[in-house]
Protein backbone atom coordinates (compact mmCIF):
# COMPACT_ATOMS: atom_id res chain seq x y z
CA UNK A 1 0.00 0.00 0.00
CA UNK A 2 1.24 3.91 -0.85
CA UNK A 3 0.72 6.37 1.95
CA UNK A 4 0.97 3.59 5.16
CA UNK A 5 2.96 5.91 7.00
CA UNK A 6 0.35 8.44 7.57
CA UNK A 7 -2.90 8.85 9.93
CA UNK A 8 -5.54 6.74 7.24
CA UNK A 9 -2.57 4.88 6.47
CA UNK A 10 -1.50 3.55 9.45
CA UNK A 11 -5.32 2.38 10.59
CA UNK A 12 -4.99 0.69 7.15
CA UNK A 13 -2.06 -1.25 7.55
CA UNK A 14 -3.05 -2.40 11.00
CA UNK A 15 -6.65 -3.78 9.84
CA UNK A 16 -5.21 -5.37 6.40
CA UNK A 17 -2.63 -7.08 9.20
CA UNK A 18 -5.31 -7.93 11.77
CA UNK A 19 -7.24 -9.78 9.01
CA UNK A 20 -3.94 -11.88 8.55
CA UNK A 21 -2.53 -9.77 5.41
CA UNK A 22 1.77 -9.31 5.25
CA UNK A 23 1.63 -5.73 4.57
CA UNK A 24 4.28 -3.22 2.86
CA UNK A 25 3.90 0.17 3.61
CA UNK A 26 5.31 2.18 0.63
CA UNK A 27 5.84 5.83 1.84
CA UNK A 28 8.39 9.07 1.59
CA UNK A 29 8.68 8.65 5.34
CA UNK A 30 10.06 5.71 6.00
CA UNK A 31 10.71 5.67 9.68
CA UNK A 32 7.28 6.35 10.86
CA UNK A 33 5.58 3.33 9.12
CA UNK A 34 3.53 0.60 11.40
CA UNK A 35 5.47 -1.94 12.74
CA UNK A 36 2.58 -4.30 11.28
CA UNK A 37 3.83 -3.68 8.13
CA UNK A 38 7.51 -3.87 6.62
CA UNK A 39 8.49 -0.24 5.36
CA UNK A 40 10.18 0.76 1.99
CA UNK A 41 10.67 4.15 0.47
CA UNK A 42 8.60 5.05 -2.08
CA UNK A 43 7.90 8.60 -4.13
CA UNK A 44 4.42 7.68 -6.33
CA UNK A 45 5.88 11.56 -8.15
CA UNK A 46 9.03 8.64 -9.58
CA UNK A 47 7.90 5.86 -11.30
CA UNK A 48 10.99 4.20 -11.19
CA UNK A 49 10.85 4.74 -7.17
CA UNK A 50 7.48 2.94 -7.59
CA UNK A 51 9.34 0.23 -9.44
CA UNK A 52 11.96 -0.63 -7.45
CA UNK A 53 9.11 -0.28 -4.65
CA UNK A 54 6.90 -2.93 -5.91
CA UNK A 55 9.97 -4.76 -7.05
CA UNK A 56 11.38 -5.02 -3.39
CA UNK A 57 7.73 -6.04 -1.95
CA UNK A 58 7.31 -8.58 -4.16
CA UNK A 59 10.69 -10.13 -3.74
CA UNK A 60 10.19 -9.82 0.28
CA UNK A 61 6.32 -10.90 0.46
CA UNK A 62 4.76 -12.37 -2.94
CA UNK A 63 2.89 -11.50 -5.84
CA UNK A 64 1.16 -8.10 -4.99
CA UNK A 65 -2.71 -9.60 -4.31
CA UNK A 66 -4.16 -6.25 -2.48
CA UNK A 67 -3.33 -2.80 -3.66
CA UNK A 68 -4.50 0.31 -1.31
CA UNK A 69 -3.40 3.95 -3.11
CA UNK A 70 -3.43 5.90 -0.04
CA UNK A 71 -0.74 8.62 -0.72
CA UNK A 72 -2.28 11.86 -1.09
CA UNK A 73 -1.96 15.66 -0.08
CA UNK A 74 -3.49 19.23 0.03
CA UNK A 75 -3.69 22.94 0.96
CA UNK A 76 -6.37 25.00 1.36
CA UNK A 77 -6.21 27.62 -0.95
CA UNK A 78 -8.66 29.59 -3.28
CA UNK A 79 -8.53 28.45 -6.79
CA UNK A 80 -8.43 31.97 -7.72
CA UNK A 81 -4.79 31.99 -5.79
CA UNK A 82 -3.43 29.42 -7.24
CA UNK A 83 -1.17 28.57 -10.28
CA UNK A 84 0.09 26.23 -12.89
CA UNK A 85 3.13 24.82 -9.88
CA UNK A 86 0.62 23.78 -7.33
CA UNK A 87 -1.99 22.43 -9.55
CA UNK A 88 0.84 19.97 -10.47
CA UNK A 89 2.22 18.72 -7.04
CA UNK A 90 -1.54 18.14 -6.43
CA UNK A 91 -2.13 16.15 -9.87
CA UNK A 92 1.36 14.28 -9.55
CA UNK A 93 0.91 13.20 -6.38
CA UNK A 94 -3.25 12.90 -5.87
CA UNK A 95 -3.95 11.30 -9.37
CA UNK A 96 -0.86 10.34 -11.40
CA UNK A 97 0.59 8.97 -8.26
CA UNK A 98 -2.07 6.21 -8.19
CA UNK A 99 -2.53 6.05 -12.10
CA UNK A 100 1.87 4.87 -11.65
CA UNK A 101 1.49 2.37 -8.85
CA UNK A 102 -1.73 0.50 -10.59
CA UNK A 103 0.20 0.53 -13.97
CA UNK A 104 2.72 -1.18 -12.32
CA UNK A 105 0.88 -3.66 -9.87
CA UNK A 106 -2.14 -4.18 -12.15
CA UNK A 107 -0.98 -6.36 -14.58
CA UNK A 108 0.20 -8.84 -12.17
CA UNK A 109 -2.83 -9.01 -10.68
CA UNK A 110 -4.65 -9.59 -14.74
CA UNK A 111 -2.28 -12.39 -15.77
CA UNK A 112 -3.08 -14.23 -11.68
CA UNK A 113 -6.42 -13.59 -12.07
CA UNK A 114 -6.64 -12.29 -9.17
CA UNK A 115 -6.38 -8.94 -6.89
CA UNK A 116 -8.09 -5.69 -5.05
CA UNK A 117 -7.51 -2.38 -5.49
CA UNK A 118 -9.02 0.47 -3.45
CA UNK A 119 -8.13 3.97 -4.26
CA UNK A 120 -8.43 6.26 -1.20
CA UNK A 121 -10.36 9.38 -2.40
CA UNK A 122 -12.19 11.94 -1.25
CA UNK A 123 -15.74 13.78 -0.47
CA UNK A 124 -14.13 16.42 -2.21
CA UNK A 125 -14.37 14.46 -5.20
CA UNK A 126 -18.13 13.74 -5.24
CA UNK A 127 -19.85 17.27 -3.96
CA UNK A 128 -16.88 19.35 -4.25
CA UNK A 129 -14.54 21.18 -1.11
CA UNK A 130 -14.33 24.86 -0.88
CA UNK A 131 -10.53 25.80 -0.95
CA UNK A 132 -10.21 22.28 -2.52
CA UNK A 133 -10.83 23.02 -5.82
CA UNK A 134 -7.22 21.29 -7.70
CA UNK A 135 -7.32 18.01 -5.56
CA UNK A 136 -10.93 17.81 -5.71
CA UNK A 137 -10.83 17.44 -9.08
CA UNK A 138 -7.85 14.97 -9.68
CA UNK A 139 -9.48 12.74 -6.57
CA UNK A 140 -12.52 12.94 -8.87
CA UNK A 141 -10.36 11.90 -12.18
CA UNK A 142 -8.92 9.37 -9.49
CA UNK A 143 -13.09 7.97 -9.14
CA UNK A 144 -13.41 7.77 -12.40
CA UNK A 145 -9.89 6.36 -13.40
CA UNK A 146 -10.86 3.35 -10.90
CA UNK A 147 -14.02 2.84 -12.46
CA UNK A 148 -12.89 2.66 -16.10
CA UNK A 149 -10.29 0.57 -15.07
CA UNK A 150 -12.87 -1.48 -13.18
CA UNK A 151 -14.54 -2.24 -16.51
CA UNK A 152 -11.49 -3.26 -18.31
CA UNK A 153 -10.56 -5.80 -15.82
CA UNK A 154 -13.37 -7.02 -13.89
CA UNK A 155 -13.35 -10.10 -16.04
CA UNK A 156 -9.84 -10.82 -14.86
CA UNK A 157 -11.09 -11.51 -11.44
CA UNK A 158 -9.49 -7.91 -10.38
CA UNK A 159 -11.94 -5.31 -8.51
CA UNK A 160 -11.20 -2.16 -8.20
CA UNK A 161 -12.70 0.52 -5.94
CA UNK A 162 -12.64 4.40 -3.98
CA UNK A 163 -13.24 4.89 -0.33
CA UNK A 164 -14.06 8.65 -0.02
CA UNK A 165 -13.42 9.82 3.54
CA UNK A 166 -14.78 12.71 4.73
CA UNK A 167 -12.85 15.75 7.55
CA UNK A 168 -10.99 13.14 9.06
CA UNK A 169 -8.45 13.26 12.03
CA UNK A 170 -5.17 12.69 10.72
CA UNK A 171 -2.05 15.13 10.35
CA UNK A 172 -2.83 16.30 7.08
CA UNK A 173 -6.21 17.49 8.50
CA UNK A 174 -4.30 19.35 11.06
CA UNK A 175 -1.95 20.33 8.91
CA UNK A 176 -4.75 22.32 6.37
CA UNK A 177 -6.67 23.55 9.47
CA UNK A 178 -3.53 25.12 11.42
CA UNK A 179 -3.78 26.57 14.72
CA UNK A 180 -5.60 29.00 17.18
CA UNK A 181 -9.02 29.73 17.24
CA UNK A 182 -9.66 29.80 13.51
CA UNK A 183 -9.03 26.41 13.12
CA UNK A 184 -11.23 25.48 16.21
CA UNK A 185 -14.13 27.20 14.54
CA UNK A 186 -13.54 25.54 11.80
CA UNK A 187 -13.53 22.00 12.98
CA UNK A 188 -16.47 23.14 14.89
CA UNK A 189 -18.27 23.86 12.06
CA UNK A 190 -17.30 20.77 10.41
CA UNK A 191 -18.47 18.93 13.01
CA UNK A 192 -21.85 20.44 12.63
CA UNK A 193 -22.17 19.90 9.01
CA UNK A 194 -22.14 15.74 9.60
CA UNK A 195 -24.95 14.17 10.24
CA UNK A 196 -23.33 11.94 12.96
CA UNK A 197 -21.34 15.52 14.36
CA UNK A 198 -18.24 14.13 14.65
CA UNK A 199 -14.81 14.01 12.48
CA UNK A 200 -13.89 11.15 10.96
CA UNK A 201 -11.32 8.54 12.58
CA UNK A 202 -8.64 6.44 10.40
CA UNK A 203 -10.09 3.56 11.67
CA UNK A 204 -13.94 4.61 10.12
CA UNK A 205 -12.09 4.69 6.95
CA UNK A 206 -9.69 1.41 7.09
CA UNK A 207 -12.79 -0.63 8.36
CA UNK A 208 -14.21 -0.02 4.50
CA UNK A 209 -11.19 -0.35 3.10
CA UNK A 210 -10.35 -3.93 4.95
CA UNK A 211 -13.86 -5.13 3.46
CA UNK A 212 -13.60 -3.95 -0.19
CA UNK A 213 -10.10 -6.30 0.01
CA UNK A 214 -11.48 -8.74 1.31
CA UNK A 215 -12.19 -11.84 -0.56
CA UNK A 216 -16.21 -11.54 0.55
CA UNK A 217 -16.10 -7.99 -1.55
CA UNK A 218 -15.45 -10.18 -4.87
CA UNK A 219 -18.98 -9.28 -6.71
CA UNK A 220 -18.34 -5.24 -6.01
CA UNK A 221 -16.43 -3.46 -8.51
CA UNK A 222 -16.27 0.35 -9.48
CA UNK A 223 -18.22 1.16 -6.46
CA UNK A 224 -17.17 5.02 -4.54
CA UNK A 225 -18.15 4.64 -0.62
CA UNK A 226 -18.07 7.75 1.17
CA UNK A 227 -17.44 7.21 4.92
CA UNK A 228 -18.19 10.37 6.36
CA UNK A 229 -20.80 10.11 8.86
CA UNK A 230 -23.57 10.99 6.78
CA UNK A 231 -21.67 14.11 5.23
CA UNK A 232 -22.35 13.37 1.95
CA UNK A 233 -25.15 10.67 0.89
CA UNK A 234 -24.93 10.89 -3.15
N1 LIG B 1 -7.77 13.41 6.50
C1 LIG B 1 -8.81 13.78 5.78
O1 LIG B 1 -9.65 14.55 6.24
C2 LIG B 1 -8.99 13.22 4.39
C3 LIG B 1 -10.23 13.45 3.78
C4 LIG B 1 -10.43 12.95 2.48
C5 LIG B 1 -9.43 12.24 1.84
N2 LIG B 1 -8.22 12.05 2.47
C6 LIG B 1 -7.21 11.30 1.74
O2 LIG B 1 -6.79 10.20 2.50
C7 LIG B 1 -5.44 9.87 2.18
C8 LIG B 1 -4.61 9.78 3.45
O3 LIG B 1 -4.61 11.04 4.08
P1 LIG B 1 -4.26 11.30 5.61
O4 LIG B 1 -5.28 12.24 6.11
O5 LIG B 1 -4.00 10.02 6.30
O6 LIG B 1 -2.94 12.17 5.40
P2 LIG B 1 -1.46 11.97 6.00
O7 LIG B 1 -0.71 13.17 5.59
O8 LIG B 1 -1.53 11.63 7.43
O9 LIG B 1 -0.97 10.71 5.17
C9 LIG B 1 -0.59 10.78 3.82
C10 LIG B 1 0.63 9.92 3.64
O10 LIG B 1 1.03 9.98 2.26
C11 LIG B 1 2.44 10.07 2.25
N3 LIG B 1 2.91 10.67 1.02
C12 LIG B 1 2.87 11.97 0.67
N4 LIG B 1 3.47 12.17 -0.51
C13 LIG B 1 3.90 10.95 -0.92
C14 LIG B 1 4.60 10.49 -2.07
N5 LIG B 1 4.98 11.35 -3.03
N6 LIG B 1 4.87 9.17 -2.19
C15 LIG B 1 4.49 8.31 -1.22
N7 LIG B 1 3.84 8.68 -0.10
C16 LIG B 1 3.55 9.98 0.04
C17 LIG B 1 2.78 10.94 3.45
O11 LIG B 1 4.15 10.82 3.83
C18 LIG B 1 1.82 10.41 4.48
O12 LIG B 1 2.38 9.35 5.22
C19 LIG B 1 -4.96 10.96 1.22
O13 LIG B 1 -5.05 10.48 -0.10
C20 LIG B 1 -5.94 12.08 1.44
O14 LIG B 1 -6.06 12.91 0.31
C21 LIG B 1 -7.99 12.52 3.73
Known sequence: MT??????????VRALAADGR???SGDIVEEAADEAALAVHLDVRDSGSVDAAVT?????????????NTAGWDEFRSFLETDEEFWDRIIELNYKGC???CRRVVPGMVEREYGRVVNISSDAARVGSSLEAVYA???AGQVAFGKTLAREVAR?????????PGPTETPLLEG???AGEASAKMVDALRR???????GQPEDVAAAVAFLASEQAGFITGQTLSVSGGLTMA
Not at 56 to 68: T, V
Not at 156 to 164: E, I, P, Q, Y
Request: one cysteine or more; glycine letters at 18%.
Open 3 to 12: GGAGGIGRAI
Open 22 to 24: RVV
Open 56 to 68: WAERELGPIEILI
Open 99 to 101: LRV
Open 137 to 139: GAK
Open 156 to 164: RGVTVNSVC
Open 176 to 178: MLG
Open 193 to 199: AVPMRRL
